[in-house]
């Protein structure tokens, strides 16, 4: 960075890492300087934080939801890191919003044998033979008082999974009689290609993504591993980072009016994060379509 400085940069652009960020962050900025990712450090001088951001679209999946008027949310969530601050940024900003989480599943995402049952129990649905009894009492006497298939306190669900495990949970979901609960998730559920075959089990879920991802599926490596599919969203990072280089200052100057672009608008926040108004899109017969 200081070599950088030295050789007469007029801005940077980066680093990318966290640990890196983390310590370019604590500098002084002589220049304008655009950091690559989200790190608790306070930015000082002329440098902005900018990347990825699972917590930002997690708040804008709770304000959509409310602003829908759903109020009464299940969560399920996996039990590791990124799980755990992305929940919390869910949490916070709904419950800000007076919505109110009835009850909660985290799942290893290394170990999934058990999710059958551990998303039966989630729903309080009644097991098969509990069913088939309750059938036929009421074939015996039909004014009997029917029993709830599963429990009705809650009308939306906020999922947080990668597509093979939203592959799995969105059937069960269904097979244990919420397959009409509207179902909200983060980019994570989107591979950003094309897969219409498997994706069919991921019909009716609405999530948030950048629009020049929408709108371009495909640009990310077929061979990634599917955690690693927010890097074909780099692309756009980079395309705003170019953007983005010799506007930092304007940004400044009006914070308020933004950049729109493909990726969706950007704007500066008070603590210099850089942020992004995402679309929404929404899982029909097994395409990802701007909702």
Not at 227 to 244: E, K, T, V, W
């Amino acid at each position: 960075y200081h070599a950088a400085i030295a050789g007469g940069a007029d801005y940077v652009i980066g680093p990318l890492s966290k640990s890196e960020v983390k310590t370019i962050a604590s500098m002084s900025h002589p220049v304008p300087t655009l950091l690559l990712n989200h790190v608790p450090t306070h930015t000082q001088d002329h440098a902005f934080q900018f990347g990825l951001s699972p917590a930002n679209e997690a708040r804008q999946v709770a304000r959509k939801a409310r602003k829908t008027g759903f109020s009464r949310t299940l969560v399920i969530a996996p039990t590791d890191s990124s799980g755990n601050e992305t929940f919390k940024a869910f949490s916070h900003e709904w419950r800000g919003l007076r919505g109110q989480i009835v009850d909660t599943l985290r799942y290893d995402p290394n170990n999934l044998t058990n999710l059958n049952e551990s998303i039966r129990e989630l729903l309080h649905a009644v097991s098969d033979d509990e069913r088939k009894k309750q059938l036929k009492a009421l074939a015996k006497n039909p004014d009997l008082e029917r029993t709830p298939l599963r429990r009705e306190d809650f009308d939306m669900i906020f999922l947080l999974a990668y597509p093979s495990e939203a592959r799995q949970i969105m059937p069960l979901l269904r097979y244990y009689y919420a397959g009409k609960v509207p179902v909200y998730a983060t980019s994570s559920v989107y591979a950003g290609t094309e897969n219409t075959v498997a994706d069919r089990d991921l019909n009716g879920i609405i999530f948030c993504d950048m629009p020049w991802v929408l709108a371009h599926p495909n640009m990310g490596h077929r061979t990634w591993s599917e955690r690693l599919n927010s890097y074909s969203r780099l692309y756009a990072i980079g395309m705003d980072s170019y953007a983005l280089g010799t506007e930092l200052n304007a940004l400044q100057i009006f914070p308020a009016l933004g950049m729109g672009n493909e990726t969706g608008t950007l704007y500066l926040t008070s603590n210099h994060q850089i942020s992004r108004i995402l679309s929404f899109a929404k899982f029909e017969q097994g395409v990802a379509t701007q909702h």
